[in-house]
């Protein structure tokens, strides 16, 4: 078993749908990532969390220590949203372990 | 501009051959890190450098070595020893040198393909 979870590993969504995507980790942690990566490979940090909730324009972080969990929502998706999206978490050391991603493709 | 770049964006490998992925950044980061993603699974890491002069193996190192001779230069060289490198390889710079809150931005990264 992954120590890093995600799921859906596919979504397809229309656009304007709310979309959520999971991710759940079985070690301790000192801060969960989500990163998107486009379809030509680069890699972009969208959110760093520790605790509680983050927002940027139309995505929301959220995380629950307790439960060792966290949740990335786009809210009005757009066909430009579409790309994978990873969750990576700290573990007290220098190192990511990344989840598998989750590919999202928005369609007009 | 301030980010890191990678060269090649594809990279063709023959049997036998050492290839070099190259991996710049202008961040004025201490810590560098090279990953390998392959269908389906997480990014692995290959090796990670806090400091110049100084480099640790990751998780996947055998096959590859790097250098750090300079803050902003981390190459990694593909060896015949890896017996499968077809792969994306992405290399990432981090400011805290590794501490558990760190920051990671990601070059653009480089396809290598096998001949």
């Known amino acids: 078993k992954n120590e890093v979870e995600q799921s859906p590993q596919n979504l397809t969504a229309q656009e304007g749908e709310f979309i959520t995507i999971n991710c759940s980790y079985s070690v301790g942690i000192s801060a969960l990532h989500w990163l998107q990566q486009h379809p030509g490979g680069g890699i972009v940090s969208l959110f760093m969390?520790?605790?509680g909730k983050k927002k940027h324009g139309r995505l929301i972080a959220t995380i629950n220590i307790q439960e060792k969990h966290s949740s990335l929502h786009i809210t009005a998706s757009h066909p430009r949203d579409s790309a994978v999206y990873i969750c990576a978490v700290h573990s007290g050391t220098y190192k990511y372990i990344f989840g598998t991603g989750t590919r999202l493709k928005v369609l007009a | 501009d301030g980010g890191i770049t990678q060269s090649p964006k594809y990279l063709f490998r023959k049997e036998g051959q050492n290839v070099t992925l190259s991996c710049e950044q202008n961040l004025n980061h201490d810590a560098m890190y090279w990953y390998r993603q392959d269908p389906g699974q997480g990014l692995r890491l290959i090796y990670y450098s806090q400091i110049v002069n100084d480099f640790q193996k990751g998780d996947i190192a055998e096959g590859y070595s790097v250098s750090r001779e300079k803050k902003e230069s981390f190459p990694l060289t593909v060896t015949s020893a890896q017996k499968n490198p077809t792969a994306f390889y992405l290399c990432?710079?981090?400011?805290?040198?590794?501490?558990?809150?760190?920051?990671?931005?990601f070059g653009p990264g480089t396809r290598l393909l096998v001949l």
């Open positions: 990432a710079s981090g400011l805290s040198g590794g501490g558990n809150q760190e920051t990671q931005y």
């Open positions: 969390l520790s605790s």
